[in-house]
């Protein structure tokens, strides 16, 4: 079977132990982890995790069945597709002269990113989007020279139909 991307969204208890508990899941199982995120919802005892994985469709099962098993989530649905929001942010350091920040700077513009800091050497910029929308945004800022990136994982709300 053909493995494929898919994008898991997790309602757990808020409490130590539960992030590691299902990592550990994923690692015993080796299951391929491709990125987490976690944070505490409108419910500040809940927390909503969005984990991004690579499976065929049996595995993919599996590890919503293994997930489901633990006693402190309470919902897991797959988001994958076009059901849901998806979205990445990214902070980047790119270096630029008097000659190329101008270029750097309508490339920020072109993808409406925001400059957050504007040093003689380097810019940082700030961008949210699709996952595909960063890849290009970094595409088009590599050749200035990337001096340092921080890229969230992903995010996701299913829509409402």
């Known amino acids: 079977m053909k493995s494929k991307t898919y994008v898991l969204s997790i309602l757990a208890?808020?409490?130590s132990?539960?992030?590691?508990?299902?990592?550990?899941?994923f690692a015993r199982r080796g299951y391929n982890l491709l990125s987490i995120s976690a944070a505490e919802t409108q419910d500040p005892h809940i927390?909503?995790?969005?984990?991004?994985?690579?499976?065929?469709d049996q595995t993919l099962e599996q590890?919503?069945?293994?997930?489901?098993?633990l006693h402190e989530i309470h919902e897991v649905l797959n988001l994958s597709g076009d059901i849901s929001v998806k979205r990445e942010h990214v902070l980047v350091r790119a270096g630029c002269s008097e000659e190329t920040r101008d270029g750097l700077i309508q490339v920020a513009n072109l993808y409406r990113a925001k400059v957050l800091n504007?040093?003689?050497?380097?810019?940082?910029?700030?961008?949210?989007?699709?996952?595909?929308?960063?890849?290009?945004?970094?595409?088009?800022?590599?050749?200035?020279?990337?001096?340092?990136?921080?890229?969230?994982?992903l995010i996701a709300l299913e829509r409402e139909l």
């Open 47 to 56: 927390s909503r995790l969005t984990i991004v994985t690579e499976a065929d």
């Open 118 to 153: 504007v040093a003689e050497t380097e810019l940082m910029l700030e961008l949210t989007g699709s996952p595909k929308k960063i890849d290009s945004f970094l595409r088009l800022v590599k050749p200035y020279g990337i001096i340092k990136m921080a890229r969230s994982g």
């Open 17 to 25: 132990g539960v992030l590691l508990r299902i990592c550990g899941l």
């Open 13 to 15: 208890d808020n409490h």
């Open 63 to 69: 590890i919503i069945k293994q997930v489901q098993k």
